[in-house]
C-alpha cells in the first residue's frame, strides 16, 4: 500500500520515511525539539508519530544509561589511578 492510497482516519496515517527523517531531524534540536518531542509524546492527533517520539524517548534513556556508566568506570578508574600513584610515594 502507497502512503497517497490511504484513506482511513488521520489519527492512523502512515508515516513516510521523510516524516521520520524530519522528526528525528527537529528532535536533535536543543531546546524546540525537546518542547515537540514533549507534545508529540502525549498527541492523539497521529499514533505512528507518538509511537515514534516515546521510541526516541527510549533511545535517549539508553544512550543516558550508558553515558552514566562510562562516565561512572571512567572516575571509579581515576580514582583507583590517583590512590595507586599515592600508594607508591
Do not use: K
Not at 10 to 20: S, V
Not at 37 to 44: G, H, N, P, Q, V
Not at 76 to 82: D, E, I, L, S, T
Amino acid at each position: 500500500m502507497r502512503f497517497q492510497d490511504y484513506s482511513g482516519p488521520e489519527q492512523f496515517r502512515p508515516l513516510n520515511a521523510w516524516e521520520y527523517f524530519g522528526y528525528a531531524i527537529l528532535y536533535m534540536v536543543p531546546v524546540i525539539g525537546w518542547i515537540f518531542l514533549l507534545i508529540f509524546t502525549f498527541s492523539t492527533s497521529n499514533y505512528n508519530r507518538r509511537s515514534f517520539t516515546r521510541s526516541y524517548w527510549c533511545g535517549l534513556i539508553l544512550v543516558l544509561i550508558v553515558v552514566t556508566f562510562i562516565a561512572l568506570l571512567g572516575i571509579g578508574a581515576g580514582g583507583w589511578h590517583y590512590a595507586s600513584q599515592a600508594a607508591v610515594r
